[in-house]
Nanobody
């Protein structure tokens, strides 16, 4: 019943933009800390950005000034606006929801490819 589903990935040229969305079902995202992670081929998964009621927002150094995380309670979604994309941003981007003392949920990921 509890599910996260990412969308919005695709192929974009360097310098372009993409808007990723993560939709929750079976639970209310407002009750969870939310994060975006990514994993490039041959590399380990790394955090991109997180948002929570307690800590506000967090951005990895590579994301600062280029990416923006936000949530829409009415749509039960969390989004990641990505601007000025670079080839190094190519990865599978996954959404995560973590409860205060319970729950750790992941979506299946969406592919982002930055290439000319």
């Amino acid at each position: 019943q509890i599910r996260l589903a990412e969308s919005g990935g695709g192929l974009v040229q360097p310098g372009g933009s993409l808007r990723l969305s993560c939709a929750g079902s079976g639970f209310t995202l407002d009750r969870y800390g939310l994060g975006w992670f990514r994993q490039a081929p041959g590399k380990e998964r790394e955090g991109v950005s997180c948002i929570s009621n307690r800590h506000g927002t967090y951005y990895a150094d590579f994301a600062k000034g280029r990416f923006t995380i936000s949530r829409d309670a009415a749509k039960n979604t969390v989004t990641l606006q990505m601007n000025s994309l670079k080839p190094e941003d190519t990865a599978v981007y996954s959404c995560n929801a973590r409860g205060f003392r319970s729950g750790d949920y992941w979506g299946q990921g969406t592919q982002v490819t930055v290439s000319s």
